[in-house]
């Protein structure tokens, strides 16, 4: 069990898109014995408030934010059912080790190893008002959220001297994106997305948009959080740094590494051996588990080129051709060339800065 933490607290924030990766880094944190972890805790938001725009929800998200990062959990109730009183009324409680584990939750089935299957049937009835408590004793708090599309928004967190807030910006080949996507249901996360213009003069209002209309937002959002995260003013140094899920893939260990030293944490023999396992082996999914990571990641970035109609790929290049030059994710121009696995259309990474 960590210490209770002394000095200041570091505070981590996953920015990333739906389909891209960042339930897999969060769960890298998740697993760190110095880091308090919760998921996508601005779903209840945008869940409670269906009808609004996802430029007008990022207000109340950053809000919420706020007074997590000071491990203050009282906005919640707002948002949850019941008001929130208890584990359970937060979706995703058990996607966090730390609320899974003594002494947050002192269940009988509850052993020195993480399994959320059983922390959702034994930690469900724990107060809600628990996770204040373990907030406080672990030195860095990590948050992750595909809701936030523009990091001018942050602006006041990372001016509080009370935090020192360090931005993950986690991306994916949106064509690897849109492939996933069709796996998935996002319709009320789509049309809160797509509906930026369209609801304030009352047309379309509850349209449900297509891959690539909410691509081409998600795209223009990755450029222009990048360009202010990396260039503008408004940012400290140290506070920023982007990520590609391919080059978590590839070279998973190296690439943590240096995650861990841009927020402040070291790698321990235990992540280091976790993060190999869960990166190089098939191994079974625990029952009931929400999510399963554990695949040979270089295989897997390659999947959607076998599933993707060449279609639907000339599209996404087209609409999001901007994010693909800044983030190096290259073209392909046949359908030969997208079944090719031989042709290598992600490059090196520039050797301009990713972080600041």
Known sequence: MPGKSHGKHVHVLIVSSWRSGSSFLGSIFNNHPDVFYMFEPGNPVWMKLLHETAEHLHYPLRDLLHSLFNCDVSPLHSYLP????KMSDFKFFAESRALCSPPACQHSRMTSSYNRHICSLGCRHNPLKNIENVCRNHSHM?????RILDLKVLIPLLQDPKLDLRIVHLVRDPR????SRQYFTLIDD?????????????RNKNKTPNATEVMAKICRSQVSMHEEGRGSTNFPLGRYMLVRLEDLAWDPLSNVDKVFSFVGLTMTPEIRHWVHNITHHEIASEPGGFMSYSKEAKNVMDHWRKRLDFSIVKEIQSVCQEAMDMFGYLPV?????????????????KRKKTHR
Not at 176 to 179: F, G, L, Q
Not at 333 to 349: P, Q, T
């Open 82 to 85: 019941q008001g929130g009183q």
């Open 142 to 146: 990590a948050i992750k959220t595909v």
């Open 176 to 179: 690897a994106v849109v492939s």
């Open 190 to 202: 789509d049309r809160i997305v797509y509906r930026d213009g369209i609801s304030d003069q009352g």
């Open 333 to 349: 121009e046949s359908e030969a060339d997208l079944k090719d696995l031989n042709l290598d259309i992600v490059s090196v990474r």
